[in-house]
Every structure is written in C-alpha cells, then in structure tokens.
C-alpha cells in the first residue's frame, strides 16, 4: 500500500505514507494553499456579506493559476470578442471566491490528515466524506504542476527525462501524484 490508496470497505480508502512521502504531499499542498492565496479581505465576519463578495475580473497572469482559476468562455478566438471577455469577467467575478474557497479546503483537508501523522509516516484513512477534499487537492496540485512543467498530452516525454534534467524531481512528484489519484478512483469504486 505504500505510496498508493487502497480501499478499506464502506467507500473509504487508506494509504499508507513513509515520512519522506507524507512530507513531500505536505510541502506541495502548502505550496498550492500558498499559490491560490488567502480569501481577499481575510475572513468575513458576516457570512452574508461574504456570500455576496464579488472576486476578481481578470484572469490571472500566472499559467498555473489560470490552469486552476481558467476563463468559463475560452477557446480559439475568445480573447478578441468583446462579449465573450465581458462574459468570462462576470462568470468569474461572481464564482472565483468560491472556487478559491473549495480549493483552499481540499488542500487544507490533505495538510490537516498529514499533520495528524504526527511528522512521522503512516497510514492515512480517507473515508467517503473526505474523499471530495482528497481527490480535488491531488487534482489541483497535478494541474499546478502539469502547467510549470508544460505537460502536454503525450507523457511519454516525462519517463524518458534524463537524471540530469532539473525538473526530474517535479516529473517523479507530477507522475506520483497521478498514480496516487488514480488509485484513490480505484479504492472508492471497490
């Protein structure tokens, strides 16, 4: 089970993690938590006011944050209608926040399993209320990662990297974190 999910009965999953892994899944997450930012403004005491914030307009500079905030009217061409950009301006002035919010729970979901570790391995259960967190956080990091490392759709690139290549180490985490996705999907099917 090292390293991958495992399915535990009753939808849940567990994976077991030796410290280096646990903490290597805890740097990236608090990387992502880092990239996506805190809420604007801190958090709301008034949860009605928080509930009708507006977020931002444009769309971020950074690719990885695209990747993980993209436009909702993209595509060929969309940049240059006027409407289209008015569209994808509102569509995410009125939805960022949230999605923001949602990503920031799933990441700070994994980090609190992992602290619970004890900065020691072991095995981590992820039952069918956390799986949501879980699978979106390794999603989120695979997308971020995928987008410095310019991932495109053939992969096959990835494995054949020479030792030398200073992105190795990224490469190893990207596809990891596949694989860990992928049987977290598998546990919870079972």
């Known amino acids: 089970m090292a390293g991958l999910f495992e399915s535990v009965g009753s939808g849940g999953a567990a994976i077991a993690l030796d410290e280096f892994e646990a903490s290597i899944l805890r740097s990236l997450e608090v990387q992502l938590l880092e ?44 940049a240059e209608d006027p409407r289209t950009a008015e569209r994808s301006a509102e569509f995410r002035r009125y939805t960022e926040l949230d999605l923001r919010a949602r990503k920031r729970d799933d990441a700070l979901a994994v980090v609190r399993a992992l602290d619970a570790l004890g900065g020691a391995g072991g095995v981590v259960e992820v039952g069918v209320k956390e799986f949501p967190h879980w699978l979106g956080a390794l999603n989120d990091l695979r997308l971020a990662l995928g987008t410095r490392l310019e991932v495109t759709d053939d992969e096959q690139d990835l494995y054949e990297l020479p030792e030398s290549d200073p992105r190795k180490p990224l490469v190893i985490a990207y596809l990891w974190l596949g694989a860990m996705q992928e049987s977290l999907l598998e546990a919870v099917a079972d």
């Open 35 to 78: 990239l996506i930012g805190p809420p604007p403004g801190g958090v709301s005491e008034d949860p009605l006011a928080a509930l009708f914030a507006e977020g931002p307009s444009e769309a971020p500079e950074d690719p990885a944050l695209l990747r993980l905030f993209p436009d909702a009217y993209g595509g060929p061409g969309a």
